[in-house]
Nanobody, 123 residues
Framework: QVQLVESGGGLVQNGGSLRLSCAAS????????MGWFRQAPGKEREFVAR???????YYADSVKGRFTISRDNANNTAYLQMNSLKPEDTAVYYC????WGWGTRRTGDYAYWGQGTQVTVSS
């Protein structure tokens, strides 16, 4: 059974930083792309960042230059380092593992999801 568990969310001031973690189990972690998505109240879930099995990364324009996705295959963990946070980054953040070694922006291409972690940025 595949499980993804996010942690690291919380309340931070405008301009602050947070590091989210996603611990994975039940699958060969290194073989699959990982993605981070977020969902704000009343909005659809949106793509944030992804990292392929070969460590190629891709970001949404709204977070490019501020967020960094990475992975530690030895510890089956993916990370999202978030710097220069803004109030509009407030959302529940979800990690997901792709159906393949490459990732996409589409939620339907991700097979398993974590339960989410709340990130709140105060103005």
């Amino acid at each position: 059974q595949v499980q993804l568990v996010e942690s690291g969310g919380g309340l931070v001031q405008n301009g602050g930083s947070l590091r989210l973690s996603c611990a994975a189990s039940g699958r060969t972690f290194s073989s699959y792309a990982m993605g981070w998505f977020r969902q704000a109240p009343g909005k659809e879930r949106e793509f944030v960042a992804r990292i392929s099995s070969g460590d190629t990364t891709y970001y949404a324009d709204s977070v490019k230059g501020r967020f960094t996705i990475s992975r530690d295959n030895a510890n089956n963990t993916a990370y999202l380092q978030m710097n220069s946070l803004k109030p509009e980054d407030t959302a529940v953040y979800y990690c997901a593992t792709s159906r393949w070694g490459w990732g996409t922006r589409r939620t339907g291409d991700y097979a398993y999801w974590g339960q989410g972690t709340q990130v709140t940025v105060s103005s």
